[in-house]
């Protein structure tokens, strides 16, 4: 059942708005203006004008803030979901395949989950080029240039995050000296003894922590370099670069314009639209 706030936040907030949104967050993050995950005042303002200008709206840059928090607090939920047993993520029809068991379990601990039942995040991809690193190290601080999450849920999904995100075991044994014989029973059923020592427990977790991060690191790099190959190819193809294209045409009809713009959510028609000549450009619009 659709609740009033989600009435409110999709006329505030209608989809096309929200990927041109997204698009201008990704632009600004490929040219290095996200550092440590953070936007700047300067930038913020600048996000706004552009969204402004291609939406014909009149929003402020403390409403750009908050549906960022919005969209970053829903881009992990879904990534909890995804990395949970038996949930399984089809991108072509951004749908979540789960058996009815796996649903109702995981909705017992996670009930704002439930959004995700009919249909997946939208745009998950492209959010993962913003979040995925805070995601993926649990790093969840905010800078004084950014603010807080600004709604109860979202404070609440930040506290759910850090509980059940990576965690560290630490030994508590206080006594390193101790050496105890412990018991084990081999794949064959035979009993043999071993001496459990807390330095070397404690060494051999630093070693494996240190495996761990080295493997991690590889694969961000790895990361990284997808999504600058991926985020390249559709700046190329952006739908801010097809709407400022768009409106270097005059005279067109606000019916003709809203006909594109719904055209430009797919990216073929995108990369067509680009491709043509000003005068191809005008007589493909008044053929919508």
Same mark, same amino acid.
């Given at each position: 059942m ?7 936040? =999709?006329k ?6 929200v990927?041109v %949104?997204?698009?201008?967050? /990704?632009?600004?993050?490929t040219?290095?203006n *996200?550092?440590?995950?953070?936007? #700047? ?5 600048? $996000?706004?004008i ?13 409403q750009? @803030?908050?549906? $960022? #928090?919005r ?6 939920? %879904?990534?909890l979901l995804?990395?949970h047993? !038996? ?19 995981y909705?017992?601990? #996670? &009930?704002?989950?439930?959004q ?6 939208d ?10 690193r805070?995601?993926?190290? !649990?790093v969840? +601080? +905010?800078?004084s ?5 600004n709604?109860d ?16 075991? /630490? &030994? ?8 105890h014989? /412990? ?6 059923? @035979?009993r ?13 977790? =630093?070693?494996?922590?240190g ?8 694969? =961000?790099k790895?990361?990284a370099?997808?999504? @600058? ?7 190329? #193809? ?8 768009l409106?270097e ?9 809203? @006909?594109?713009?719904?055209?430009? $959510?797919?990216?073929?028609w ?5 491709? *043509?000549?000003?005068?191809r450009?005008?007589?493909?619009l %008044?053929?919508l």
């Amino acid at each position: 059942m659709t609740s009033n706030v989600d009435i409110s936040e =999709s006329k505030i907030w209608p989809e096309l708005v929200v990927k041109v %949104f997204i698009d201008i967050m /990704v632009d600004e993050a490929t040219k290095g203006n *996200m550092p440590n995950g953070v936007f #700047h005042s300067r930038v913020w303002n600048s $996000m706004t004008i552009r969204l402004n200008s291609l939406t014909k709206r009149s929003y402020k840059s403390p409403q750009l @803030k908050a549906k $960022m #928090h919005r969209l970053r607090a829903n881009y992990r939920e %879904f990534s909890l979901l995804l990395q949970h047993t !038996g949930f399984g993520w089809n991108p072509d029809t951004n749908t979540v395949t789960a058996n009815s068991e796996v649903w109702r379990d995981y909705l017992r601990t #996670h &009930d704002k989950a439930a959004q995700f039942q009919k249909k997946g995040l939208d745009h998950y991809k492209l959010l993962g080029i913003l979040f995925n690193r805070s995601t993926a190290t !649990g790093v969840l +601080h +905010h800078s004084s240039n950014q603010d807080p999450p600004n709604t109860d849920e979202e404070n609440e999904l930040e506290s759910q995050y850090l509980n059940v995100g990576s965690r560290v075991d /630490v &030994d508590n044994d206080s006594s390193d000296d101790d050496i105890h014989e /412990v018991e084990r029973t081999t794949r064959s059923g @035979k009993r043999s003894s071993q001496m459990n020592d807390p330095k070397s427990k404690k060494k051999c977790r =630093s070693n494996d922590m240190g495996e761990a991060l080295s493997a991690w690191a590889e694969a =961000s790099k790895a990361k990284a370099e997808q999504y @600058k190959v991926t985020s390249s190819r559709m700046s190329d #193809h952006s739908i801010t670069k097809c709407v400022t294209a768009l409106e270097e045409i005059e005279d067109v009809p606000d019916d003709v314009y809203m @006909k594109a713009l719904e055209k430009f $959510m797919v990216p073929e028609w995108r990369e067509v639209f680009l491709a *043509m000549s000003s005068d191809r450009r005008q007589a493909w619009l %008044f053929r919508l």
